[in-house]
């Protein structure tokens, strides 16, 4: 075990280093720069910020500097929130992001697959065929879709519930519906396909012969096995999610990390598109590596090699 995590985590450098090396150039081949939309600034000006912010040297110099004070944490000073640090962005950020993600990922996980079980046992039945017609829905919906009828709905025909900011338990509501409704009908599906396969085992049927209870069968036997995709589905999810959806945040008006990704992009701020792709990419790579080992944890026969 000690062996394969020594080995996941040395992988999981040189994808972020490669994740921040093709991010570095690709960025920096889009023509422009992050001065270009300062009002009235003469060129003299933008050749003392870029000098300020070592834009004037050489690219591959700019990349080795730059991926020097990464490795010692130091992301830099964002280029357009002048007095502010990279880091002090995503440390005030993500948090927002994370509470939200991650409320969206429990919510999917409790309706996701207890819904996905229901559908496999009434396989064919009316329950069936209306978990499925939602689960195809809520893949097919984009998020953004969602996000516009939960505000028509709720926040102007019936205004019941806030349509912007996260000041209350209440203003968590429609957010938190728009980025569960993909993951949750996603998990629903799969969780539905992964139990019928297990369900038509030898070995359920052999529970089934030695006259064992149904809730024992489901929840010892096939439940444990049949959730594994539904493991290696949450890990990447859960990465992604607790960093916030950039569209909700965006329609929301949610003070979190997306937002800012998305205002970094627009404003060429060099310095926080890769201080956040960096951090989202570890994020991600962590949480793979996590869930081999759950893998283990929950089903003995993987071997981890």
């Given at each position: 075990?000690?062996k394969?995590?020594?080995?996941r985590?040395?992988?999981?450098?040189?994808?972020?280093?490669?994740?921040?090396?093709?991010?570095?150039?690709?960025?920096?081949?889009?023509?422009?720069?992050?001065?270009?939309?300062?009002?009235?600034?003469?060129?003299?000006?933008?050749?003392?910020?870029?000098?300020?912010?070592?834009?004037?040297?050489?690219?591959?110099?700019?990349?080795?500097?730059?991926?020097?004070d990464?490795?010692?944490?130091?992301?830099?000073?964002?280029?357009?929130?002048?007095?502010?640090?990279?880091?002090?962005?995503?440390?005030?950020?993500?948090?927002?992001?994370?509470?939200?993600?991650?409320?969206?990922?429990?919510?999917?996980?409790?309706l996701?697959?207890?819904?996905?079980?229901?559908?496999?046992?009434?396989?064919?039945?009316?329950?069936?065929s209306?978990?499925?017609?939602?689960?195809?829905c809520?893949?097919?919906?984009?998020?953004?879709?969602?996000?516009?009828l939960?505000?028509?709905?709720?926040?102007?025909?019936?205004?019941?519930?806030?349509?912007?900011?996260?000041?209350?338990?209440?203003?968590?509501?429609?957010?938190?519906?728009?980025?569960?409704?993909?993951?949750?009908?996603?998990?629903?599906?799969?969780?539905?396909?992964?139990?019928?396969?297990?369900?038509?085992?030898?070995?359920?049927?052999?529970?089934?012969?030695?006259?064992?209870?149904?809730?024992?069968?489901?929840?010892?036997?096939?439940?444990?096995?049949?959730?594994?995709?539904?493991?290696?589905?949450?890990?990447?999810?859960?990465?992604?999610?607790?960093?916030?959806?950039?569209?909700?945040?965006?329609?929301?008006?949610?003070?979190?990390?997306g937002?800012?990704?998305?205002?970094?992009?627009?404003?060429?701020?060099?310095?926080?598109?890769?201080?956040?792709?960096?951090?989202?990419?570890?994020?991600?790579i962590?949480?793979?590596?996590?869930?081999?080992?759950?893998?283990?944890?929950?089903?003995?026969?993987?071997?981890?090699?």
């Amino acid at each position: 075990m000690v062996k394969y995590i020594a080995k996941r985590i040395g992988l999981a450098i040189v994808t972020i280093w490669a994740v921040a090396t093709i991010t570095f150039f690709l960025m920096n081949l889009v023509p422009g720069g992050p001065f270009l939309s300062e009002k009235a600034i003469s060129p003299q000006a933008t050749a003392a910020l870029e000098a300020k912010y070592g834009l004037d040297k050489p690219l591959f110099q700019q990349y080795l500097t730059y991926i020097k004070d990464a490795l010692h944490g130091d992301f830099g000073d964002s280029l357009k929130q002048r007095g502010r640090t990279v880091m002090d962005i995503i440390k005030m950020k993500f948090p927002v992001s994370a509470r939200v993600g991650g409320v969206s990922v429990l919510v999917s996980l409790i309706l996701g697959v207890p819904l996905g079980c229901i559908a496999a046992l009434k396989r064919g039945k009316f329950a069936d065929s209306l978990i499925s017609v939602v689960a195809t829905c809520g893949i097919a919906v984009p998020s953004f879709v969602i996000c516009t009828l939960l505000l028509y709905f709720f926040g102007v025909k019936l205004q019941i519930l806030p349509t912007m900011g996260l000041t209350t338990a209440k203003h968590y509501v429609m957010p938190v519906m728009a980025l569960a409704f993909y993951p949750t009908a996603y998990i629903m599906r799969l969780m539905r396909s992964s139990m019928l396969d297990v369900l038509g085992q030898d070995y359920m049927r052999t529970a089934k012969a030695k006259g064992l209870a149904g809730g024992k069968i489901l929840f010892k036997h096939a439940l444990r096995n049949a959730i594994l995709p539904v493991i290696t589905y949450v890990g990447p999810l859960l990465a992604y999610t607790v960093t916030g959806s950039f569209v909700v945040e965006k329609i929301f008006t949610i003070p979190g990390l997306g937002g800012e990704f998305i205002a970094a992009i627009n404003g060429r701020d060099y310095t926080l598109i890769m201080g956040t792709t960096i951090f989202l990419a570890t994020l991600i790579i962590l949480m793979n590596v996590v869930v081999d080992i759950v893998y283990k944890l929950v089903d003995p026969r993987i071997k981890l090699k």
